[in-house]
């Protein structure tokens, strides 16, 4: 299957400074990417919708200030957490939807975790 | 609005028993659906997917799923379980207008004893 990657897996910083978090689709070009936090023993929340060469699209309550996205092309896209405090630890989660129609297909990367000191 | 719905937070069953993970949910208008699994600290992994066709879809390591339209249901299954298939399965809707994201059900954890 097509493979989506993130880099790095696993961070820890100092309240204050600002991480970037990239993802990758692999081996194919994805028509939309799409960034996700989960927090422990729940399910996904969906953060924002990117695609490449616009600006994301964020759901409610996600400040688009301080989770920056940037799609710079069709197999990358990153987030960067600014200002990052302890309240942001988390487990982030991309994900890039590839195909149209019956062909569509969307692939998850294998999560980067968090952990603001 | 769309919704997905599992309604079990855990399922237990022994080793070689079949296995059954509900799913329904809620849109206006035709759904794509899918399941994904994961596993500990890891992000999700595609099972299958219903786009149209055949209501019977089959997937990735023996799983299997069926579109029942008239239930709106979209439960998993697989014949006999194995005890490495214990993990957090997730179901998904999504409408398939321009880009909308894909909806996640909370999860079920499936737990198969040896």
């Known amino acids: 299957g097509a493979v989506v990657s993130q880099h790095p897996s696993r961070v820890i910083c100092k309240s204050g400074t600002s991480v970037k978090i990239e993802c990758r689709s692999l081996?194919?070009?994805?028509?939309?990417m799409f960034w996700y936090r989960q927090f422990p023993k729940q399910s996904l929340m969906l953060m924002a919708t990117?695609?490449?060469?616009?600006?994301?699209?964020?759901e409610q309550g996600v400040e688009k200030d301080k989770f920056l996205i940037n799609h710079a092309s069709l197999t990358l896209s990153t987030l960067t957490v600014t200002s990052a405090h302890p309240e942001d630890s988390s487990f982030y989660i991309c994900?890039?939807?590839?195909?149209?129609?019956?062909?569509?297909?969307?692939?998850f990367g294998p999560g980067t975790r968090l952990l603001v000191l | 609005a769309q919704s997905v719905a599992q309604p079990e937070d855990q399922v237990n069953v022994a080793e070689g028993n079949p296995l059954t993970v509900k799913c329904t949910y809620s849109?206006?208008?035709?759904?794509?659906l899918f399941w994904y699994v994961q596993y500990p600290n890891r992000g999700l992994q595609f099972l299958l997917k219903?786009?149209?066709?055949?209501?019977l879809v089959k997937g990735s390591y023996g799983f299997e799923a069926e579109f029942n339209k008239s239930q709106t249901s979209f439960h998993l299954k697989k014949p006999s379980a194995l005890v490495s298939d214990s993990a957090l399965y997730f179901c998904?809707?999504?409408?398939?207008?321009?880009?909308?994201?894909?909806?996640f059900g909370k999860g079920t954890r499936l737990s198969v004893i040896a």
């Open positions: 998904a809707v999504r409408v398939p207008r321009g880009n909308t994201p894909l909806v």
């Open positions: 994900s890039a939807r590839s195909g149209r129609g019956g062909t569509e297909t969307q692939y």
């Open positions: 849109v206006s208008g035709n759904p794509y």
């Open positions: 219903y786009i149209t066709g055949d209501n």
């Open positions: 990117s695609n490449e060469g616009s600006k994301a699209t964020y």
């Open positions: 081996d194919f070009q994805a028509t939309t």
